[in-house]
């Protein structure tokens, strides 16, 4: 008997994979890696492009805060290279202070100045070290060339070669990478496609050597904002994964991001059970679900009570694992119930 016809009976545990670094997103997790409790293979590079104010800072941060959290990632060096220099969070608010503690950032790491001085320093540490290291973002970085441009040449495309050099460095790079379990986060800038009409509308600088040598890329954009009592309090984020070389599937998942508490793990999990019909639920109305019916160890009632319901009887890892099942269920359904051509 198949998975799918007891889908109402199984309920299989999940168990943390010490090959993968958590997201902090449980949704994001299972997007990536198919496990709730794990999401970034170990010795891979991301490139994480978005909007502004979709979140892209916000993901990478996540992720350092959840390997100040396991055993396994005591070894972990952070850095976070700020080139634009426009780090506004309050990290020890939303992150906590392992964190704080651990992260070099700020007073504490000088941003890089040029894409060599960059790269340099991620193989000096390659040497010696693992680490999480973060680029937020790569726009913001010039090559040594582009740098030494005369006041009268500023503004002018004359050096196109940002691409070529990025090539020749991720090819000196990617393979030490994953040799020491790295990960490496490459934080991007979405730019329109200026009166395109087919093909993609957005894109990104450096499109082709990121594509080449990256294992994952998410696409990040702003699908709704929040409002509470008339006020706007956090966003709907839309994470398109277009890239996944480990599990060759690329998924999108909802997130809703609060300025005062972060990504709402324990929500992303509601609303997705709601959106697959698993939990019903009242209408969404300005970002908002209404009231809802669930099944098991949960309680009915709006989004609110139900999260408040969970963190107070600390159901969240069964939230997880009950999630994870769910996940499995609906890729079951897209497998093809075909003749295997080879064996």
């Not at 506004?88 to 894409?115: C, M, P, Q, W």
């Not at 960059?118 to 937020?136: A, C, N, P, Q, S």
């Not at 020749?168 to 329109?192: E, G, H, M, P, W």
């Not at 009231?291 to 999260?307: A, N, R, V, W």
């Amino acid at each position: 008997m198949s998975r799918k016809s007891l889908s109402h009976l199984w309920q299989p545990t999940f168990e943390r994979d010490s090959r993968c670094i958590p997201s902090g997103s449980t949704m994001l997790n299972l997007a990536l890696s198919e496990n709730p409790f794990g999401g970034w293979f170990r010795g891979k590079i991301v490139n994480i492009i978005g909007d502004t104010h979709a979140g892209k800072t916000m993901l990478l941060w996540l992720t350092l805060a959840e390997t100040t959290s396991l055993e396994y990632f005591d070894k972990y060096k952070l850095y976070y290279d700020d080139i634009e220099e426009a780090l506004e969070f309050d990290i020890g608010h939303l992150f906590g202070s392992k964190v704080v503690k651990r992260a070099f950032y700020g007073n504490r790491f000088e941003s890089s100045g040029t894409i060599e001085e960059m790269f340099g320093r991620v193989r000096k540490k390659l040497k010696k070290e693992t680490f999480i290291y973060g680029v937020d973002t790569l726009d913001a970085l010039e090559s040594k060339r582009e740098v030494k441009r005369t006041d009268d040449q500023l503004g002018q495309q004359a050096f196109p070669d940002k691409p070529r050099i990025l090539s020749d460095l991720f090819k000196n790079t990617k393979k030490r990478i994953r040799k020491s379990d790295s990960l490496f986060f490459i934080v991007s800038q979405a730019k329109s496609n200026i009166g395109v009409m087919f093909g993609p509308k957005q894109r990104r600088a450096c499109e082709t050597p990121l594509n080449f040598y990256s294992t994952y890329v998410l696409w990040l954009a702003v699908r709704t904002q929040i409002i509470r009592r008339g006020k706007q309090v956090g966003s709907i984020v839309r994470i398109r994964i277009t890239k996944n070389k480990v599990t060759g599937k690329q998924r999108f998942i909802e997130l809703p991001i609060y300025y005062e508490l972060g990504i709402d793990d324990i929500g992303s999990m509601i609303r997705w059970l709601v959106s697959e019909k698993f939990w019903k639920a009242e209408k969404e109305t300005k970002g908002q679900i209404g009231k809802i019916k669930t099944q098991g160890d949960f309680i009915d009632g709006s989004e609110h009570k139900l999260i408040r319901y969970i963190e107070k009887n600390n159901l969240e890892d069964k939230l997880r694992n009950l999630v994870g099942a769910r996940w499995l269920e609906v890729e079951e359904s897209l497998e093809w119930d075909r003749k295997r051509r080879y064996k």
